[in-house]
């Protein structure tokens, strides 16, 4: 069952069993959509119905950042942990590589996806990084085209929130994939475009601090995580209010 927190559900699991599931769902025939929403796109959906939609309507919905799992912490309801969405790709990229899997990489600006391949293909020996392509363009029918044409079995979509959300539920009925994730800016970590956290601030859950000292511009975007917290406390305030008022009075 899933984890409702503040209008958005997340699957309970550990990186490991989200790997697990990933996997199990490249084996099982159809196109299966994984989102990885952290404070942001959680408020996101509180304004966007379409995005709300989108999110409900995937396969595995993984809690990604620390906000999450402190809101569901607050809301009395707790997630196992975070799963970072660049980690549990990795990790599926991991597993492909042992048996030959495929990848496309779709999003970030131009030469990054291809200097992501690069660099993938080195880690994983094994995966074959069938093909790129980059964000910025208008029309998806050649982009979906190009992604049939060698079929891919985990497609990367790093289009930002909430486009890449949206875009992943309007082309789902086109694409000859079996599995694709909503990743955000990975495909810059992976290319190494932007530093990611050493391994002791995420072990800390600190990571969000690292990447803001390195890039003070995301500033507006760190401003939503206090907003987030705080209606996780209001929410824990109506429901236990409301579980007040609902009960019978003691005689």
């Not at 809690?63 to 790709?89: E, N, S």
């Not at 044409?149 to 890449?164: N, Y």
């Not at 955000?184 to 530093?195: C, E, F």
Request: proline share 8%; hydrophobic share 40%; glycine share 10%.
């Amino acid at each position: 069952m899933r984890i409702d927190v503040l209008g958005v559900e997340f699957d309970p699991v550990t990186m490991d069993e989200a790997v697990d599931r990933g996997m199990a769902l490249i084996r099982t025939p159809g196109v299966h959509t994984v989102v990885t929403p952290n404070p942001e796109i959680v408020m996101l959906c509180r304004e966007d119905p379409e995005l709300t939609q989108a999110v409900r309507g995937a396969d595995l919905v993984l809690p990604d950042g620390i906000g999450v799992v402190y809101a569901a912490r607050i809301l009395r309801r707790p997630l196992p942990g975070k799963v970072p969405g660049a980690d549990f790709a990795e990790g599926i990229m991991a597993r492909l590589a042992r048996q030959g899997g495929s990848v496309y990489l779709l999003g970030a600006k131009p030469g990054i996806a291809e200097t992501a391949a690069d660099k993938l293909a080195l880690k994983y020996p094994g995966l074959r990084v069938v093909g790129t392509q980059d964000g910025y363009f208008t029309d998806s029918r050649p982009v979906v085209e190009r992604i049939n044409a060698v079929s891919p079995d985990f497609l990367l979509v790093c289009l930002g929130a909430p486009k890449q959300e949206k875009w992943m539920r309007e082309n789902a009925d086109r694409l000859s994939v079996r599995l694709m994730a909503g990743l955000g800016g990975s495909l810059d970590v992976y290319a190494g475009a932007i530093p990611r956290a050493p391994k002791l601030w995420r072990r800390l859950n600190l990571e969000w601090l690292y990447r803001l000292l390195k890039q003070p511009s995301r500033i507006g975007r760190m401003i939503k995580l206090p907003r987030f917290i705080f209606a996780a406390l209001r929410q824990r305030r109506r429901e236990k209010q409301g579980k007040i008022e609902g009960e019978e009075p003691k005689i």
